[in-house]
Structures are given as structure tokens and as C-alpha cells.
């Protein structure tokens, strides 16, 4: 009650003042309750990344493979036993092909034996993943897409080893590996004077 008297006398006096069909009201929902608009969000955290993520379907089938393609934007899986990761034992970070954020962790990636390179967590608690309920092929499973650009990564079971239990198998089509180190160009820590 006390918001729409509030309301009411805001529109009084706006109406007052503006006479000019130039004011419009705050849009209001069945309920009676204001809509709030939803903020826009500007990319202050990170400048270039918006540029890499495709926006279209033709510029993702620019950026990949026609097998990422299939595998990323359609839900496809590449067969067992076939990727370029499933057998891969490198130090590094695999990260994903839509977007390049870092997604697993090779100190977390384990010999699963099911064809795919499997990792029982991904990195940063799981930040940079997000699961979905996937209802196809006549069975329930969680399917993890990268939180940042929706590639489909592949589907997590509760399978796994210790720490987790979890068993995050995915498609090495989705994914591309950097060897630790790699972007410095020299191994080991970066030197904390440079930039
Ligand atoms: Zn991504």
C-alpha cells in the first residue's frame, strides 16, 4: 500500500512537471509490483575476451573445426578412444576451445580408461563450468558446458577417484592444451617484478 501511494504521488508530481508525452511510466506487473530493469553489465573485468567468444553460428564455424563444431554447438561426442587428450600425460592446462578459459587441470586429469580424458574436478572449484540435466539417449546425466561461452564440454559422472568422487568426462575436441609454463616462455613461476 505504502508503495503505491509512494508511486502514485511520484507519478502525480512527474506529471506535474512534464507535462509533454515524453515521461513514461515505471513499467508494472500484473501484481502491482514495479519491474525493475535489469542493470546492463558492462565488461569491466576483462576488456578483450567479449571480442572471442563467437557471436554467430558462422563465426564459431570459423573459429573450429567442423568435429569441434559438431561436438561444441551441437552436443556431439567424439568417439572413444579417438581424441587428441584421452591418452594425453603433459603438465599443463587444457583450456576451452570457444573461449580459451582454463577449464581442467592436468594435476587433476586421471587414467579413467574410458576413452576420453577424464578429470575428477575442475579448475578453480568449478567456477568456469556449469552442469546441466541432460535427458538424452534414453538416460539421465549432467552435461558441463564452459560457464563462460556455453561450448558443450562433455557430462560428469559420480564415478571418480578420490578427492571428489566425480569423474568429468569430457571430449578433447572442446578443448585445447597449454603446457605449464608455455605463455612465458620459459618454465617454472613467473617472475613476480614483470607485469
Ligand atoms: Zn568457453
Redesign the pocket.
Known amino acids: 500500500m505504502r508503495t503505491r501511494t509512494i508511486l502514485t504521488a511520484t507519478i502525480g508530481l512527474m506529471a506535474l512537471l512534464a507535462i509533454a508525452a515524453t515521461f513514461r511510466p515505471a513499467r508494472v506487473s500484473p501484481a502491482g509490483q514495479p519491474i525493475l530493469e535489469k542493470p546492463k553489465i558492462m565488461p569491466t573485468e576483462n576488456q578483450a575476451p567479449a571480442a572471442e ?1 563467437p557471436q554467430t553460428e558462422e563465426e564459431w564455424r570459423k573459429k573450429l573445426t567442423p568435429e569441434q563444431y559438431h561436438v561444441v554447438r551441437e552436443k556431439g561426442t567424439e568417439r572413444a578412444f579417438t581424441g587428441k587428450y584421452w591418452n594425453h600425460k603433459e603438465d599443463g592446462v587444457y583450456r ?1 576451445v ?4 582454463p ?1 581442467f587441470d592436468s594435476a587433476a586429469k586421471f587414467d579413467s580408461g574410458c576413452g576420453w580424458p577424464s578429470f575428477y574436478q575442475p579448475v578453480d572449484d568449478g567456477k568456469e563450468v556449469k552442469e546441466e540435466v541432460d535427458d538424452s539417449l534414453f538416460m539421465r546425466r549432467t552435461e558441463v558446458l ?1 560457464r ?4 558443450h564440454l562433455g557430462h560428469v559422472f559420480d564415478d571418480g577417484p578420490n578427492p571428489t568422487g566425480l569423474r568429468y568426462c569430457i571430449n578433447s575436441a572442446s578443448i585445447d592444451f597449454e603446457k605449464r609454463g608455455a605463455k612465458s616462455g620459459d618454465s617454472g613461476p613467473a617472475d613476480p617484478k614483470k607485469p
Not at 570457444?98 to 578459459?101: K, L, Q, R, S, V
Not at 563462460?148 to 561450448?151: G, I, T
Open positions: 567468444v576451452c570457444g573461449c580459451g578459459e577449464l564452459c563462460k561461452c556455453n561450448a
